[in-house]
Each structure stands twice: as structure tokens, then as C-alpha cells.
């Protein structure tokens, strides 16, 4: 089995671009509606999900914390469309992606932490590793694709990641 150390970056709009999309309202505009009671930040987030006649779908995960350090066993990818992570709590998570392409490189692998208020975007095709909660029974909206044929692409590494 291949050790390797990998230190999770803070996760910021720039260094997550290549992977997909940072959901926040951090430097974002607001318009005031609802008469002053509420400011909306509309469009913080491109969603993919029209291939091949898909629906756009609303879920909540439930999660359990990891145990760090981490094995990392699999990537997953979702070659058909986007998806989308929210906390409902302020909960910081951690996200381990490598670029999309035909197979995962191990070499490749990214990880990043949010601060509890982001959510993030994968861009269709990105691989990853499924959620990683720091706390258990933290709650996340998903936002993804409902479509009667398979949707996921699996790969399975032999890795254990060293998350500090």
C-alpha cells in the first residue's frame, strides 16, 4: 500500500477551480427583496444536470465523522452531471478531488477544508472521494442528477491518505 501525506488547503474559489465551484456568499452580491427582509445571492453556483434528459434533485446526507488517518480506497466520478454539497450547520468538511480525467492519478489527488459556511460544486466528471465530516450526524443538502441508468464510475486505489 502507497502512504502518502496530504495536507488540506483552505479552500478559496481559486485554488478549487479546476475541480468545480465554491458555494458561498463570501464576495458575492446581494439584491434586497422581500420588501428588505431578505438579501438574495442568486446564481452562486452552476448546476449540470440536462444530459440525457436527467432532473435536477434535492437531498440531505447524514453523516458520519471519519477516523483520520484516512485510507482512501476509491474515487467516485459522476460523468453526467454536477454535484453539489451544502452543510445545513456550520460544520467545516474536507474534500479530496483529482482532475477529470479517463482514471484518477493518485499523484494528482487535492484536498481542501472548508470553513464551515462553504459548500462546494463538483464539476461533472471530477473524481472524488465521498463526504468527509469532521463531526458525526452532520447534515448536508446535495444537490445531483435523478436518472434511471447509472450515473457513478467507480475506481478503486490503494492509498491511505495522511490528512493533518
Known amino acids: 500500500m502507497k502512504n502518502m501525506r496530504l495536507v ?12 468545480g465551484e465554491v458555494v458561498s456568499i463570501q464576495s458575492k452580491q446581494s439584491k434586497t427583496i422581500n420588501n428588505g427582509f431578505a ?8 448546476l449540470d444536470t440536462s444530459e440525457d434528459q436527467g432532473q435536477t434533485s434535492v437531498h440531505i446526507f447524514v453523516a458520519k465523522s471519519r477516523q ?6 476509491m474515487l467516485e466520478k459522476h460523468p453526467f452531471f454536477s454535484q453539489t454539497f451544502i452543510p445545513r ?3 467545516p468538511f474536507i474534500v479530496v478531488v483529482a482532475p477529470p480525467e ?8 487535492k484536498a481542501f477544508i472548508t470553513n464551515g459556511e462553504q459548500g462546494i460544486s463538483y464539476s461533472r466528471g ?3 472521494f465521498p463526504l468527509i465530516s469532521m463531526n458525526d450526524n452532520s447534515q448536508f443538502i446535495a444537490v ?3 436518472h434511471l441508468r447509472a450515473h457513478e464510475t467507480l475506481r478503486y486505489l490503494v492509498c491511505r491518505l495522511l490528512l493533518e
Do not use: G, Q, R
Open 68 to 73: 483520520f488517518p484516512l485510507h482512501i480506497s
Open 144 to 146: 445531483s442528477y435523478t
Open 39 to 46: 438579501d438574495k445571492y442568486a446564481d452562486i453556483a452552476s
Open 89 to 91: 450547520h456550520s460544520s
Open 102 to 109: 479517463e482514471n484518477p492519478s493518485i499523484e494528482k489527488l
Open 8 to 19: 488540506p488547503e483552505k479552500l478559496t474559489e481559486d485554488n478549487f477551480a479546476d475541480f
Open 126 to 128: 471530477v473524481w472524488h
